[in-house]
């Protein structure tokens, strides 16, 4: 059962515009909804996340957005440059004091074309 | 303050071999999860462990296995090798209180033949 679900799978987008990913879950049981940038033979890195206590967060250029009714959840990146493209992974985890154990997205591949 | 490592980066073996992976985490980090990442499943979560007990564990058959050590540093083993466990192994470590943050390593790439 895939209980984060992500779209689009693939996205391109000219530099200097905004790239949209969006995510639904649900489990109700999910606390915490990080952002991971994969580029290609690299582990995921952390690039945002944020909890269902906000509706919105920003760091720099990029934006989630949380709907906690919806159970849906969007990463923003404005002023996208080409060296933004890579695979970006939706995620959600039930309260920290459960543990870590993070369900991912299926991944959005992303290309800024200059 | 030096990120996830994990030993080795590549790896071949063959089927019905078992192999070993390693992984340290970030000094300080004392939980430390194990994923799975193919094309066609995508990330899956294998288990995690804090303070050298296994607290969570993915849905993967029991020739998945892993341990902690004192120290944190984490192995995880799979035996009898099927094809279809080839994937890049990924290790992450987090800080108790960090709000679930999890830093990953760069991955093991398992080929089994």
């Known amino acids: 059962q895939q209980q984060v679900k992500q779209s689009p799978q693939s996205l391109i987008v000219q530099k200097g515009g905004i790239s949209i990913i969006n995510c639904a879950y649900e489990n109700t049981a999910f606390d915490y909804f990080p952002w991971y940038q994969q580029f290609p033979g690299k582990g995921p890195a952390l690039l945002i996340a944020i909890r269902p206590d906000v509706s919105e967060k920003k760091e720099g250029r990029f934006t989630i957005s949380f709907n906690k009714s919806a159970k849906q959840f969007s990463l923003h990146i404005m002023d996208s440059q080409p060296g933004d493209s890579a695979t970006y992974f939706c995620?959600?985890?039930?309260?920290?004091?459960?543990?870590?154990?993070?369900?991912f997205g299926g991944g959005t591949r992303l290309m800024v074309k200059p | 303050k030096a990120g996830v490592t994990q030993t080795p980066r590549y790896l071949i073996k063959t089927r019905g071999q078992q192999v070993t992976l390693s992984c340290s985490p970030i000094s300080g980090h004392r939980s430390v999860s194990w994923y799975q990442q193919t094309p066609g499943q995508g990330l899956q979560f294998l288990f995690e462990y804090f303070s050298e007990t296994q607290r969570n564990k993915g849905n993967f058959p029991g020739r998945f296995s892993g341990r902690q050590f004192s120290n944190s540093r984490s192995e995880m083993n799979v035996s009898t090798l099927e094809l279809g466990d080839s994937a890049l192994y990924l290790c992450?470590?987090?800080?108790?209180?960090?709000?679930?943050?999890?830093?990953f390593g760069p991955g093991t790439r398992l080929l089994v033949l």
């Open positions: 992450a470590s987090s800080l108790p209180g960090d709000g679930g943050a999890q830093y």
């Open positions: 995620a959600a985890s039930p309260d920290n004091n459960a543990g870590n154990m993070l369900t």
